[in-house]
């Protein structure tokens, strides 16, 4: 199989040491699959100790659980910026939702595929999955929180579906089955269509 090119080791900041560590995982899953993840293999890859990706992440299960979160970090981007100045309306929120969690998806690469497999095999980063989903629901929801009768009863599960519709679509998109623009204008559509029942009106 393809082998991820080992690089030089050199004195990094912790925090910097864990980006290149994550970034070389993602090369790993992309060249070899699951099985080609240990910590062994990791430490080898970034030319450092074992110790050193121990240290970073304790078990396999925690690499993963490092991976799944770093994936899931798009609002890290200016999207919450752009949410406070955009208008108040459903389909200038679901435009810039859709933007940024395809924009991310892009930036996880196809290996978010082989990571979410990995995951759902693994216990202790299955269950961290399903909070990292949580998440996204809650953020997808607090997003439009402004637009939305806030005392609607159907709005969590609601979100919760709207994430999982909008993973299904980036991993089209990682795929290269749909473009990132046909990617965004689906979500976009999908999250006016699914919201616009539930609207704010001037009254509540």
Known sequence: MPQAVPV??????????????????KTLLESGGANALTLAEL???AGVSKPIAYDHFGTRSGLLIAMLEDTSLYYESDAEAKI?????????????VATAYVQCAIAA????TVLAAAAEADADARM???????????????AF??????????????FRSLVAAA???????????ISSKLAIETLT?????SLTPFARTPDK
């Open 8 to 25: 030089k080791s050199k004195r990094l900041s912790k925090a910097a040491r864990r980006r290149q560590l994550l970034d070389v995982a």
């Open 43 to 45: 430490a080898e890859q």
């Open 84 to 96: 406070a100045k955009a208008p108040e309306t459903i389909p200038a929120i679901s435009e810039i």
């Open 109 to 112: 690469g196809p290996a978010v």
């Open 128 to 142: 961290a999955g399903r909070v990292i989903q949580r998440n996204h629901a809650e953020n997808f929801q607090r």
């Open 145 to 158: 929180a402004p637009v939305l009768n806030a005392n609607h009863d159907r709005l969590q599960p609601l």
């Open 167 to 177: 993973n299904a679509i980036c991993d089209d998109r990682t795929h290269n089955k």
């Open 189 to 193: 559509h999908l999250l006016v269509t």
